[in-house]
Each structure stands twice: as structure tokens, then as C-alpha cells.
Nanobody, 118 residues
Framework: QVQLVESGGGLVQPGGSLRLSCLADMFDFRGSAMGWYRQAPGKQRDVVTFITGDYATHYADSVRGRFTISRDNAKKMVYLQMNSLKPEDTAVYYC????????????WGQGTQVTVSS
């Protein structure tokens, strides 16, 4: 069973920054790839970035160079530092394990809303 709790969202102006946090209470957090996902209104949920157990990272083209994912295995935490935010980054952000078949995951947290607007 996985418990996921996201936090840190809010309203920010274009060009601003936010840092999201996720507590992922799960078995074998250390060995699991973890991802951040987002879902904008009227759109499907997509993966934004993920980090493997070996700390390798992958970013979607739309956020590369602006977002940074990190993890703290001792605390079972995953973070997303978001800089140079754009209105198109507005979405509900979720964390979860990352696997290629992530769309089949049935358990998600409540997410955290990020709104980029002037």
C-alpha cells in the first residue's frame, strides 16, 4: 500500500518559483523510481519528470532546464523545484512511483494545485 501526500502548491506570477514536496510512504522507497505528474483542466495526466533509485533523472521537454526533481530516501520525500514558471504550467501536480505503465496506477494522492497567473 502506498500513501502519497503532496504539498507546496499555490498561486505564483509568471517567472516565479515554487517547491513541491511529496511524502511517499511505501515499501522499498529507496529502490523505486519516483515521478511528478500533472493534469491541467480538460487534459490528460502526463509525466513531468522522474528520478530513479540511482538518482538518474528524466524531464519532459516542456520543463527541462526549469524544473529539478530530487529525493531524500531517509525521509521518503520527493521534491520538485520549479523555476521560471509559465501559465502553461498551471495544473494539479501529483507524485507517484514511476514505471512505464504508470497510467495503470490505481492509487494517487490528492495532488497540489499550481496556478501561474498575473
Amino acid at each position: 500500500q502506498v500513501q502519497l501526500v503532496e504539498s507546496g502548491g499555490g498561486l505564483v506570477q509568471p517567472g516565479g518559483s515554487l517547491r513541491l514536496s511529496c511524502l511517499a510512504d511505501m515499501f522499498d522507497f529507496r529502490g523505486s523510481a519516483m515521478g511528478w505528474y500533472r493534469q491541467a483542466p480538460g487534459k490528460q495526466r502526463d509525466v513531468v519528470t522522474f528520478i530513479t533509485g540511482d538518482y538518474a533523472t528524466h524531464y519532459a521537454d516542456s520543463v527541462r532546464g526549469r524544473f529539478t526533481i530530487s529525493r531524500d530516501n531517509a525521509k521518503k520525500m520527493v521534491y520538485l523545484q520549479m523555476n521560471s514558471l509559465k501559465p502553461e504550467d498551471t495544473a494539479v501536480y501529483y507524485c507517484n512511483q514511476y514505471q512505464p505503465q504508470w497510467r495503470r496506477f490505481g492509487s494517487w494522492g490528492q495532488g497540489t494545485q499550481v496556478t501561474v497567473s498575473s
